[in-house]
Nanobody
């Protein structure tokens, strides 16, 4: 059973920081590209960031580049998304995903977590 479990979401003031984490099943983690996506009410799920299996390559959506940082700890089977300078446009349910392809499309990922809510107050 493959599991991805997000944690760390919550309420933060605009301009503040938050780190969300995703713990994955050992079986898939070390060989998987890991991605973060988000979905706000009434909107499509959108790509936020991705990281290669080794952690050597990362990529970000334009809307978060320079503010968010994705990282992974393969010893802990965990991927992180550090979010700084949070804006009113950032609130959403944040999902982590695991896959074998270097993709910005949600269709490129095989496994998904249940999501964690991030809320930004102005």
């Amino acid at each position: 059973q493959v599991q991805l479990v997000e944690s760390g979401g919550g309420l933060v003031q605009a301009g503040g920081s938050l780190r969300v984490s995703c713990a994955a099943s050992e079986r898939i983690f070390s060989s998987s590209v890991m991605g973060w996506f988000r979905q706000a009410p009434g909107k499509k799920r959108e790509f936020v960031a991705r990281i290669s299996s080794s952690g050597g390559s990362t990529d970000y959506a334009v809307s978060v580049k320079g503010r968010f940082t994705i990282s992974r700890d393969n010893a802990k089977n965990t991927v992180y998304l550090q979010m700084n300078s949070l804006k009113p446009a950032d609130p959403a349910v944040y999902y982590c995903a695991a896959g074998s392809r270097w993709s910005t499309s949600s269709q490129g990922y095989d496994y998904w977590g249940q999501g964690t809510q991030v809320t930004v107050s102005s």
